[in-house]
């Protein structure tokens, strides 16, 4: 089986293609500075824009990211930085000011690769994530529910990302298309194709 879908806005896939991600680099200036990255963020769930996916990682735990519906295990929020970086430490807050829409029976993951991801904090009663990474490389951050678990919203307080480099942007992401053919690799040919089209299509 394969899933592809497009709506205006939003990330919607369960997986990725291939990305321009430079594995392990390290960008400095000429003095030794880490240069900043910035990070996209691409969510499988609508919101307003009141509560839009840049809010997840404002600084600000006043405003907040809110999905506008459910989130299911084959949704996903993910930030994604334009390359990788040290990271020593991650926390996700959850749950509006009330302590409600707390997320539970769901997983935070990294990858270096935004391609395979590992799984390294599991969320709690009070709807935290967090994860001591020591220094790993991170190339993107995933939220997802564990299988057969389901959430009537997904609401982020803060995606705190501690690293000496800092994240100078955050921003939605642009429109994208991505293809998971693990249950049918005879249709990857095609699948890139419409990953390609798609994306053409976006500016439109």
Do not use: C
């Not at 960008?27 to 996916?53: C, D, F, N």
């Not at 998971?180 to 690799?185: H, I, K």
């Amino acid at each position: 089986m394969i899933l592809i879908q497009t709506t205006v806005g939003i990330y919607l896939a369960l997986g990725f293609g291939q990305t321009s991600i430079a594995s392990g680099v390290h960008e400095r200036t000429s003095s030794g500075k880490q240069l900043p990255v910035e990070a996209l963020i691409y969510s499988t769930m609508p919101s307003t824009w009141e509560h839009r996916p840049a809010m997840a990682m404002d600084g600000d735990l006043s405003s907040t990211f809110q999905s506008d519906g459910g989130m299911d295990d084959g949704d996903t929020f993910l930030v994604l930085l334009s390359r990788p970086i040290s990271v020593q430490s991650i926390q996700v807050s959850t749950g509006d000011s009330d302590g409600n829409d707390r997320l539970v029976d769901a997983q935070l993951q990294t990858s270096v690769d935004a391609v395979s991801f590992t799984r390294v904090a599991d969320f709690g009663k009070e709807g935290i994530a967090s994860s001591d990474l020591r220094n790993r490389m991170v190339a993107a951050v995933r939220i997802r529910m564990n299988p057969r678990k389901g959430s009537p919203k997904l609401v982020i307080k803060e995606i705190a990302i501690l690293s000496f480099t800092t994240i100078s942007h955050v921003q939605y992401g642009p429109g994208r298309g991505f293809y998971d053919v693990s249950q049918s690799p005879d249709l990857a040919g095609w699948a890139a194709k419409a990953e390609s089209e798609m994306e053409a299509f976006w500016p439109d």
